[in-house]
């Protein structure tokens, strides 16, 4: 009752504000009203939910209730300045790829003016496509792109490498961009992409962005990786750690290999006995998360980017096996002999892992569409088969 009587006595002025005749001082009221009674009530699980909810209604503003005496409440407060959306330039590496190709699309169509670093022109035309401006260069060669990312707001970096000098490729490509965004004279996002495998085998145990690291050996070197961007995190220049889980739809990545084997062999591969979880995200959902920690004020801070779905291995596998015309036979391979195919990494594909995402519901107002691999098998087979096409053509 006395929480009621708060509410009342502050709703008049907020009725009059909201039916002002500009748009944005409605937005505001609305906005302002939510953020008051969830203040009032003391609801702050039940001020994340309504807040995301209606995070698009209200003009993209990040709303989130935070005690008055949290030591981020006034990191939060701070988070409110600025409503409207401003277009900016963002440099992408590995703008041709699985990953890259998706986050280069949500920017353009977000309305920000991207550049795509690829290799070749041919390359540069797909880009193109999406309204995305080639850069033609590599990360080897920092004179092929310094002048562009230089001029950009944003630098996302994307790209991968799989040579036995993989992980000295990232640390000298991190390097060098981060050194880009110092020069510029703009204010200056960096965000660089990591990955759920680093937490290691969770079990039945949920973990996030402040659980222990257990990274199997594939992926040692990556939580130093990612404390040097964490570490270059500053006034100047904001930087944040992106951590996808397996990432489907599109051409597929890891998924692709459960249609190619079932397509081909008559039965989806896994490694392991299936029994296991993978957490995973679909890769428009992952690109949506990347233009909001763009926009975002955040930095220093890691984002896990996992949808909800907890289907296991296997049913994911034999869900691809019934869309490729397999049956849903699915062969499971032991991990032992699965390393002479696919090396250290074969540990990874048997992790058994439940990440939470919260913590980008929470501050981004990110909300993963997609209900899981098994629910859309059938249109991501359409979508990796015309990939493979398409990448056979070229």
């Known amino acids: 009752k006395p929480q009621m009587a708060q509410i009342t006595q ?99 169509r977000a309305g920000h003016d991207v550049y795509g670093l690829v290799r070749s022109e041919k390359k540069g035309v ?21 002048a562009v990312a230089e001029d950009c707001h944003v630098i996302i970096h994307c790209a991968t490498e799989y040579s036995p000098n993989a992980w000295e490729f990232q640390r000298n490509s ?19 992409t990591s990955g759920v495998w680093v937490y290691g085998d969770t079990g039945g145990a949920i973990v996030d962005e402040t659980s222990p690291l257990n990274p199997p050996a594939f992926v040692a070197p990556r939580p130093a990786i990612d404390e040097m961007v ?21 051409g597929g990545s890891l998924t692709a290999l459960w249609f190619e084997s079932a397509a081909k062999e008559g039965a989806a591969r896994v490694v392991g006995d299936g029994n296991s979880r993978w957490a995973m995200v679909h890769r428009e959902d992952l690109a949506d998360l990347y233009v909001r920690a763009a926009e975002s004020p955040w930095g220093g801070e890691i984002f896990n980017a996992t949808d909800r779905s907890r289907f296991t291995v296997l049913e994911c596998a034999r869900a691809a096996s019934l869309a490729a015309g397999a049956g849903g036979t699915v062969h499971c391979v032991p991990v032992e002999e699965a390393k002479k195919m696919f090396g250290p990494m074969a540990d990874c594909l048997a992790l058994d892992q439940h990440v939470d995402a919260r913590k980008a519901v929470r501050m981004l107002g990110w909300q993963p569409h997609h209900g899981g691999f098994v629910d859309g098998a059938t249109r991501y087979f359409t979508a990796w088969k015309a990939a493979a096409g398409e990448g056979a053509r070229d």
Do not use: H
């Open 10 to 108: 502050i709703l008049p002025a907020f009725n009059r504000r909201a039916t002002c005749s500009s748009l944005s001082g409605r937005r505001e009221a609305i906005g302002d009203i939510c953020e008051s009674i969830c203040e009032i009530c003391g609801f702050r699980d039940f001020a994340v939910a309504l807040i995301s909810g209606l995070r698009e209604l209200v003009g993209r503003r990040a709303f989130c209730y935070i005690p008055g005496d949290s030591p981020r409440a006034a990191e939060w407060a701070a988070a409110k300045v600025g409503t409207e959306r401003r277009a900016m330039k963002v440099f992408i590496t590995g703008a041709s790829g699985y990953i890259g190709s998706a986050v280069a699309a949500a920017f353009a």
């Open 126 to 146: 797909l880009l193109a496509r999406s309204e995305v401006r080639p850069v033609v260069g590599s990360l080897e060669q920092v004179a092929t792109f310094s």
């Open 174 to 192: 991190i390097d060098a961009l981060i050194n880009s965004a110092r020069r510029s004279r703009l204010a200056r996002k960096f965000i660089s």
């Open 230 to 250: 964490l570490r270059a995190n500053n006034d100047a220049v904001k930087t944040t750690v992106i951590r996808p889980g397996c990432v489907y739809g599109g």
